[in-house]
Nanobody, 118 residues
Framework: QVQLVESGGGLVQAGGSLRLSCAAS????????MAWYRQAPEKQRELVAT???????DYADSVKGRFTISRDNGTNTVYLQMNSLNPEDTAVYYC????????????WGQGTQVTVSS
């Protein structure tokens, strides 16, 4: 059973920082890539950042230069460091494990709320 548990969300003022964590119950080597998505109220879920096993990170244009995705393969944890936050970053952030090498499925965490006040 694959479980992804996010943590680290909260309320922060504009210009502040937060670090999100995603702890996986299995080895993250089991997936082609790990990613963070977000969904703001009344908006579609959007890809924020991706990090693959052997490749470099990739970011949405809206977060480039402010957000950093990283992975700790030893603890099966993925992080999203978010700096210079602004109110437009307010959303529920979801951890995503892309394409299991065993089941060919994607897996999702339950989400963590990030609220940026102006």
């Amino acid at each position: 059973q694959v479980q992804l548990v996010e943590s680290g969300g909260g309320l922060v003022q504009a210009g502040g920082s937060l670090r999100l964590s995603c702890a996986a119950s299995v080895s993250i080597f089991n997936f082609n890539a790990m990613a963070w998505y977000r969904q703001a109220p009344e908006k579609q879920r959007e890809l924020v950042a991706t990090i693959s096993i052997g490749g470099g990170p990739d970011y949405a244009d809206s977060v480039k230069g402010r957000f950093t995705i990283s992975r700790d393969n030893g603890t099966n944890t993925v992080y999203l460091q978010m700096n210079s936050l602004n109110p437009e970053d307010t959303a529920v952030y979801y951890c995503n494990a892309q394409t299991s090498i065993y089941t060919n499925r994607d897996y999702w965490g339950q989400g963590t709320q990030v609220t940026v006040s102006s």
